[in-house]
């Protein structure tokens, strides 16, 4: 049994964020990776996820925002931290965020809609490597607070499910353990018992 996509989905792994280098995807690849993001499971098909751009100016301007954020939460930062917060969404020449995005419904639990978002995401780092870029996948501390989700354009009611840096890189990725599959799966016997 071979297949080349096998042999990518068994052997993929992420680059490291700060050897992301340019050249970045084109407008043109921008879209087909966002049209392969947006080919997954939707029950109710509400769409629960959107997507922005971070590329450009705009990733200095939220390194910025997003240093005064640590600054006011934190005190006055150190020079190696508050360099830290500057490069946050630099260090790529493109960060997409995917956001999960939930809608009212009755049927749909939002706990799924925000699955769906995190297939989304992974349906688009899939597609950047496809084209040949490389990604990482964070989320990270501005993510969890509503102040940060706000400076990178989030509504109070959205909730980040990954930043996917993306790049070009031509170094190897470093490997790290991952778990035996065959200690991942059963067969079904019956309810859970304690």
Known sequence: MSSPIIDFLLTRSSAPIS??????????EIATIIAAAARVPDHGRLVPWRFILYRGEARVEIGEKLAELAESREGPLAENRRNQ????FSRAPLVIGVVSSP???????QWEMFLSGGMAAMNLALAANALGYRTNMITNWYSYVPEGRAILGLAPHERVVGFVHIGTFSGAAPE???????????????????
Do not use: F, N
Request: net charge negative; aromatic share 4%; charged share 30%.
């Open 19 to 28: 050897e992301l280098l340019e050249p970045g995807p084109s407008d043109a």
């Open 103 to 109: 809608k009212e419904s009755p049927k749909i639990p």
């Open 176 to 194: 790290r353990p991952r778990p035996d599959p065959a200690t991942l799966v059963t067969d079904y016997s019956g309810p859970w018992t304690e």
């Open 85 to 88: 917060e500057l490069a946050r």
